[in-house]
C-alpha cells in the first residue's frame, strides 16, 4: 500500500528541517503554508552532508485539495488554533496528526473546537535556523519524542506517526510521559524566553552575568513552587536553565526574534500556561506574572495604532 503523504503545516525552521529530511527519506511530502511562492524552487537543506535543494510542492494552508492523512503541524502555539481550522476540511477520517512547537495549551484548545481528531504531541531536541525563507540550516541533532495528546489516539495512529515520521533518519521514540517532558521544555523557555526577549540580549548574557544568574534562579525558585503545586517533582532547574543559556549562548531566542520582528509571541502558551495553571491552584507566581504582563505589552506596543 501506498504512504499516504506528510502535509507539514508552517515551514518555518524546524517545519523546514523536517519537510526536507522527509523528502530527502523518499517520501511524499507538501507544504502547507501562507506563501507558496517563496517555495517555488523547493527547499534548500544545509547539513554536514551539504546543500541540497529538495523539490516539494507547496500550498496555500487553505487551499482545497486532496485530503490529508498525515498532518505534521509545526506552526507556533499562538497560530494553531487557525491555521488548524484552516485545514481542517481537508483532514481525512483517522488522520495521523502531530504537533510539534514549543509551550503547552495550544493541543487543548484544538481538540476542545473540533470533531473527533486526536492529535500527537511532540518535542524536539534538534536545532535548525533559515538562511532565508526557503533555506533551512541543520543546526543540532537529537532525539524527538512522540506521546500521546489530549484525546486519546489509536494504536494504528500511534504506529503511522512514528514509523512516518522516522522515515527522516532523525531518532523519534514513543513516551507515554510526553507531558512531562513537555512540562521540563516549558519550565526552560519560562526563564530564557521572556528574559532574552525583554532585554533583547542573545541566550548566553543571562549565564555570563551575576544579576542574569540570581534573575534566572528566582523564576527558577517560582517554576519550582509551581511545579511542586501541580504534583510534579521540583528539579535542579537553575542549573538546567544556566546550562542551556550557555550550551545555546549565541543564539536568540525564539521569543527574543519575535519580539525584534514585532510578531505576537508564545508567551500565552509558555509562562501564561504557567501561570494560568498555577493560579488555578490557589498560587500566585509574581514574577512569572510579571514577565507575562510586559511581553504582552511589548507585543501591543510593537502593533499598529488605529487612527
Ligand atoms: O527553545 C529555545 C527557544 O529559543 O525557544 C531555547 C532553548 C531558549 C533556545 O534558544
Given amino acids: 500500500m501506498d504512504t499516504p503523504p506528510w502535509y507539514v503545516l508552517g515551514a518555518g525552521a524546524l517545519g523546514g528541517l523536517w519537510a526536507a529530511r522527509l523528502a530527502r527519506g523518499g517520501v511524499a511530502v507538501h507544504l502547507l503554508v501562507r506563501d507558496p511562492a517563496a517555495y517555488a524552487d523547493g527547499l534548500v537543506l544545509e547539513d554536514a552532508a551539504g546543500t541540497q535543494r529538495l523539490a516539494l510542492p507547496a500550498e496555500r494552508i487553505d487551499a482545497a485539495g486532496a485530503p490529508i492523512a498525515r498532518l505534521l503541524l509545526t506552526v507556533k502555539a499562538h497560530q494553531t488554533r487557525a491555521a488548524f481550522a484552516a485545514v481542517a476540511p481537508r483532514l481525512a477520517p483517522g ?6 512547537q514549543n509551550g503547552m495549551g495550544a493541543a487543548d484548545a484544538l481538540v476542545a473546537d473540533g470533531p473527533a481528531h486526536a492529535p500527537l504531541l511532540a518535542t524536539t531536541t534538534l536545532g535548525a535556523w533559515r538562511r532565508a525563507p526557503a533555506h533551512v540550516v ?20 500511534r504506529a ?5 515520521l522516522r522515515a527522516s533518519g532523525f531518532t523519534v ?3 507515554d510521559a510526553i507531558e512531562a517532558r513537555l512540562w521540563d521544555k516549558l519550565a526552560v523557555n519560562a526563564a530564557i524566553n521572556p528574559l532574552t526577549a525583554l532585554l533583547d540580549c542573545r541566550n548566553g548574557a543571562l549565564a555570563e552575568h551575576a544579576e542574569g544568574r540570581a534573575l534566572v534562579s528566582a ?5 519550582n513552587a509551581a511545579f511542586t503545586a501541580l504534583g ?5 532547574l537553575a542549573e538546567r536553565v544556566l546550562a542551556v543559556a550557555a550550551a545555546t549562548g549565541g543564539n536568540v531566542s525564539s521569543m527574543c526574534a519575535d519580539v525584534r520582528a514585532g510578531r505576537p ?9 504557567l501561570v494560568a495553571r498555577t493560579a488555578a491552584l490557589g498560587l500566585e ?5 510579571l514577565l507575562l504582563e510586559m511581553i504582552r505589552l511589548k507585543t501591543a506596543l510593537a502593533a499598529p495604532v488605529d487612527a
Avoid: M, N, Y
Fill in 160 to 164: 503511522a506517526a512514528l514509523d512516518g
Fill in 173 to 175: 521514540d514513543w513516551d
Fill in 285 to 289: 507566581l509574581p514574577r512569572h506574572r
Fill in 265 to 273: 509571541t508564545e508567551i500565552d502558551f509558555i509562562t501564561g500556561h
Fill in 95 to 100: 488522520a495521523v496528526i502531530v504537533l510539534l
Fill in 219 to 223: 523564576l527558577c525558585a517560582e517554576t
Fill in 138 to 157: 541543520h543546526a543540532g541533532d537529537g532525539p524527538t519524542w512522540l506521546g500521546p495528546g489530549p484525546r486519546a489516539a489509536s494504536a494504528a495512529q
Fill in 232 to 236: 510534579r517533582p521540583a528539579t535542579a
